[in-house]
């Protein structure tokens, strides 16, 4: 099917024969004329299939097609988790639109640099906004621009905002915007939360599923390697050295400091790498970006958080040097490759104290990714063998009643008031336990004698004791807890 027939007009067609597209992807076949309709989209689609032009494609022709007196309102606001993907995704409404009538204006409100040229550049108004969740409500503080007047609102990577903890900014942001209005969300996956936002946000949305994860296509070739954890930065020199094929190589690490620290190590190896995290300024963010898509960086070191907005679509490898925390994330991590229906590989280094974790992500991904071992880096770190589910209540400990059926040589499981139980039960623990003796106490007097009432009480000894009682009463702690 040809994007003509999709009804874009001959000025968005035209953009994208000018960039090579030639047929739709499955996602933008449809969701492109859902949109158009006016209705919800609920997509879920995996990284690299196409989505931003999905969403992007119809919202330029319905802003074409509306004659707007003014820019100032915002018609459309794009909200992402990172100021790169936040780029990239102003720069395809900027490509795609250039050779309509009325070019879009669309301005990036991201983090990383200053606010002062943005707020001016929405002094104007604008077609588009594409911001993070952040910038965009400093926006709104300083007055710089106002959403109460926003048509169309679009989600892209939801899974990413949720587990970036943008979710208090996005309830916020929502609070802010009309209740007549055009949501379209796209996800690479749904977790719960995901899941419970387009239930409640949506209204009767168009739902197109085209692929849970991109794991699931055969266009990426996943593989762990087992490997001590010290010795990783030497395979994964030694994986760098044999495979020349490898243009470009993204590695992932957990922490800001790794980035620096496992770049170095290759530089002194002779392996020219660059380091890319969350602190960085933006202009060396992009030079670093810029480096990496020319090749004069082959290998990449990056955080999470840095890494969502990449785009490359000859990335040869990724690689987990540091495991990631969930399957979301691993989901996320090897889409960087095999985008697009290229091809792509994706390498994981599991060592002794990160096994649990990979098989965690096996099962959340229902998938199992046979382990290898290279000659010259089998791991002497043993991983613990999994010890045997015992059913308490803290996890493989054992509870007290399993301890009660090990005394008494009871099988597992075996209920302890079942006959079986009570015939193997010691005697000793069912009799009871005969008492202590104990010293007995020396009596107290009954009654203390009484003191003889002052002459002048005038009657109020009871009324002062009834007032110290109710006193106290009072200003008694609370139960649990200590007075100071």
Known sequence: MPFTALGLSTHLIRALSQRSYVAPTPVQTEAIPAILRGADVWAQAQTGSGKTAAFALPLLQHGAEISRSSRRNTPVLVLVPTRELAAQVAQAFSDYGQYLTRPPKVITAAGGVSINPQMMALGGGADVVVATPGRLLDLVDHNAVHLDAVETLVLDEADQLFALGFADELGRILALLPAKRQNLLFSATFPDEVTDLATALLTDPVRITIASTPVTTPAITERAIEVDAPRRTQLLRQLLETHDGWTRVLVFVATKYSTGHVAEKLRRLGIEAGSLHGELSQGARTQTLADFAAGKIPVLIATDLAARGID????????????????????????????????????????????????????????????????????????????????????????????????????????????????????????????????????????????????????????????????????RAPPGRRRL
Do not use: C, M
């Open 312 to 475: 490359f679509t000859q990335l040869s490898v990724v690689i987990n040097y540091d495991l990631p925390r969930s399957a979301i994330i691993y989901t996320h991590r090897i889409g960087r490759t095999g985008r697009a229906g290229a091809t792509g590989e994706a390498i994981s280094f599991v060592s002794a104290a990160t096994f649990e974790l990979f098989q965690l992500i096996e099962k959340r991904l229902k998938r199992l990714i046979p382990r290898e071992q290279i000659p010259g880096f089998e791991p002497a770190e043993v991983a613990p063998p999994e010890a045997p589910r015992t059913g308490g209540v803290k996890g493989k400990r054992k509870s007290k009643k399993d301890k009660l059926r090990e005394a008494a040589g009871l099988p597992p499981g075996t209920p302890l008031n079942s006959p079986g139980a009570a015939a193997a039960t010691p005697a000793s623990s069912s009799a009871p336990r005969p008492k202590p003796a104990s010293t007995p106490r020396p009596t107290k007097p009954k009654s203390r004698p009484s003191r003889p009432p002052r002459e002048d009480s005038g009657g109020r000894e009871s009324t002062q004791l009834e007032s110290s009682e109710n006193a106290f009463r009072w200003h």
